[in-house]
């Protein structure tokens, strides 16, 4: 008989052993070629006098242990002398591998053993192999280097595994679940099962991963249990008459110092309210609240955190919770008190023009509800800088996927997806929002990645809410340089077509995963998007795609190239609108995925469920832009 496991698995030497029955049996295991190991045992018997029950010593039943690092294995048996002379109670041999709780030898087996397998069998009990799993390839301390694939989550650390090459995860001391998962390690509350902690009579405060023991009033000690190695608590039958006589002479004193200490405390948080209040002033709180109370979907969706609530999801801002910095300032990650993780963006600068854009941020973005956008959660105004609390995206941003070393992740099928998504969000920023919305600021580090790799576009603190009788704006310059629409730059005049020329930058980004400044090449190919242009005129796209992208299809690719090449032209009326943008990506997608289809029939209901389908532009259905904004109001303009 032979045993062969998948890489991953191992037959657990510690749990299994092999075992032989019979008054004439040699049995033997070794792994598939006999070349590193070869074992077994030999069982003989005259008479079933001799045979004592549940023991497997070689009289009637013999037994050998596993050795380490077995994924294959070969099982024989023979006899010397076919039982010739014990056919009366012993006709057969036996060999088997099985857990070690699952076998006990009785005499009877020497002429039972089949009729017990099988009635065990019948009943679901047939002899049980106990397999041990592990990660392989890679040992606990080479896994730690690469935290992209390294497996355990938070509070759970990694150890090598006893049963050959790789590591298992386990929770750390003081949590509990499983390793595998994101929170998929809790902290335990020790306190709650006294069997869990060492404490004098319970005397236990649980804290984050531990516990602390402690002793109450009137005793002294350690307040661990004397079993426990500890002192435990004492009775201090001294303690009282000290207090006496200290208290009795300085009970006045002591009443004044609590006193003074009150009224120092209200004083405190008196000011402190009011420094709160005028924060809140400051921040431009009033016409916060004036815009989101006029907007009732705004109002009822979007928070004003307390400064407190972050704080405490921060750690006080420790620098372990920064996701990313930037001339803007810092965003930071937070779990809330309900166990939601999300992303706290603070400003680094107070002034009267970044008031005006944070307030803008927060009306624009309480009034969108679309999938592809990142949604804003609430934010704080009682600290000197305000705060915009997002929902948190995990994978990082696009830029970061394209320019870093693992971006062969993203695929030519998911970069096109990502392109189709970001469009579709801009469409209906741009068309079908009840007061169209203009970004101002596209760019791939304005893009988020969740970890099935769905783009969320965020960072509306530059953007513009124009009028429905509108279609341009005269503003101040603002955006990036390399994704700025070369005619809002010299005219000042901001249009819908603005972020299309932005949005072309992106697509150039995607298929040749080349920054789009890059001040250490020749001139000529310093500006991505010019350098783009210029290639396709001259017909040389194949030589400025990325390495991923070329392994698509080359007459989609094409298709997209040329769509880039029409965004970035330099008279916005010539540019597609962002509407034509998104139906032909989402176009190209749905012939993509129906020729994938056809070569894939048995994967079609698996694609259709984990890809988002076509967005039906006439049925968006997204009702929170409310007539209120109508009006001609343009904040921070």
């Given amino acids: 008989m032979e045993l062969t496991l998948t890489e991953g698995y191992r037959v657990s030497y510690t749990r299994n052993k092999f075992t032989a029955i019979g008054c004439d049996t040699s049995a033997f295991m070794s792994d598939s070629s006999g070349l590193s190991f070869e074992s077994g045992c030999y069982s003989s018997c005259n008479s079933p006098d001799n045979v004592l029950n549940g023991s497997c010593s070689g009289i009637g039943c013999c037994q050998t242990a596993i050795p380490k690092d077995v994924q294959f294995l070969n099982l024989s048996i023979t006899n010397r002398n076919h039982h010739n002379t014990i056919k009366n109670f012993n006709r057969c041999s036996y060999s088997f591998l099985a857990d070690n709780d699952w076998f006990t030898f009785y005499v009877s087996d020497l002429w039972n053993f089949s009729n017990r397998v099988e009635y065990n069998h019948e009943n679901g009990v047939a002899p049980p192999v106990v397999i041990d799993w592990a990660i392989r390839n890679l040992t606990c301390k080479e896994a730690q280097r690469n935290q992209s694939s390294y497996a355990c989550r938070q509070n759970a650390s990694c ?146 955190f307390t400064s407190e609530e972050l704080r405490k999801a921060t750690d006080n801002y420790h620098e372990s919770h920064i996701l990313g910095r930037g001339g803007y300032g810092t965003v930071f990650k937070g779990i809330l008190s309900d166990k939601r993780i999300v992303a706290i963006k603070k400003s680094k600068i107070v002034d009267k023009n970044q008031i005006e854009q944070f307030i803008n941020e927060v009306f624009i973005l309480s009034q969108i509800n679309h999938r592809n956008v990142v949604k804003l959660l609430g934010c704080c105004l009682e600290t000197e800088v305000p705060l915009l609390v997002y929902e948190y995206i995990e994978n990082g941003t696009l830029y970061n996927h394209i ?101 072309g930058v992106v697509l150039v980004e995607l298929l040749t995963g080349k920054k789009v400044l890059c001040f250490e090449k020749p001139e000529e190919e310093r500006n991505l998007a010019m350098f783009f242009v210029s290639t396709m005129k001259q017909n040389r796209l194949i030589e400025v795609l990325d390495v991923v992208v070329k392994e698509g299809d080359i007459d989609q690719i094409q298709e997209v190239a040329n769509l880039a090449k029409r965004c970035l032209r330099l008279s916005g009326e010539e540019r597609p609108s962002m509407k034509e943008v998104a139906m032909e990506l989402e176009g190209l997608r749905l012939s993509e995925k129906h020729a994938w289809i056809e070569q894939n029939p048995q994967e079609t209901e698996h694609l259709l469920g984990q890809s988002p389908g076509y967005f039906d532009y006439s049925n968006a259905g997204y009702d929170s832009m409310t007539s209120n904004v109508r009006a001609s109001l343009h904040i921070g303009r």
């Fill in 403 to 503: 320019h870093s070393e693992h971006k062969s992740s993203l695929s030519w099928r998911i970069r096109l997806r990502i392109a189709a998504e970001t469009a579709e969000a801009l469409a209906y920023l741009h068309s079908f929002a009840s007061q169209p919305i203009i970004h101002r600021d596209v760019k791939s580090t304005n893009i988020l990645l969740n970890n099935q790799y769905t783009s969320k576009v965020s960072d509306f603190g530059a953007s513009r809410l124009v009028a429905l009788d509108q279609t341009q704006l005269s503003t101040l310059v603002q955006g990036t340089m390399g994704y700025l629409d070369p005619e809002y730059l010299h005219t000042s005049i901001l249009t819908d077509k603005s972020d299309i020329y932005s949005f």
């Fill in 159 to 304: 150890i090598d595994s006893s049963n050959g090459p790789g590591y298992l995860c386990r929770c750390n001391e003081g949590y509990e679940g499983n390793p595998y998962l994101e929170n998929g390690c809790q902290d335990i509350d020790e306190c709650a099962h006294p069997e869990k902690n060492s404490c004098f009579k319970n005397y236990c405060r649980n804290t984050i991963g531990s516990y602390d023991c402690y002793c109450p009033a009137s005793y002294y000690g350690d307040g661990i249990n004397v079993t426990k190695g500890g002192s435990g608590c004492t009775y201090s039958k001294k303690q009282v008459p000290v207090m006496r006589l200290i208290l009795g002479p300085s009970s006045g004193i002591f009443f004044l110092f609590i006193v003074s200490s009150w009224i120092y405390w209200v004083l405190q948080k008196r000011k402190l309210i009011r420094l709160k209040e005028k924060f809140f002033q400051q921040n431009g709180g009033m016409l916060l609240q004036q815009h989101l109370t006029s907007c009732e979907r705004s109002a009822e969706t979007t928070k004003i």
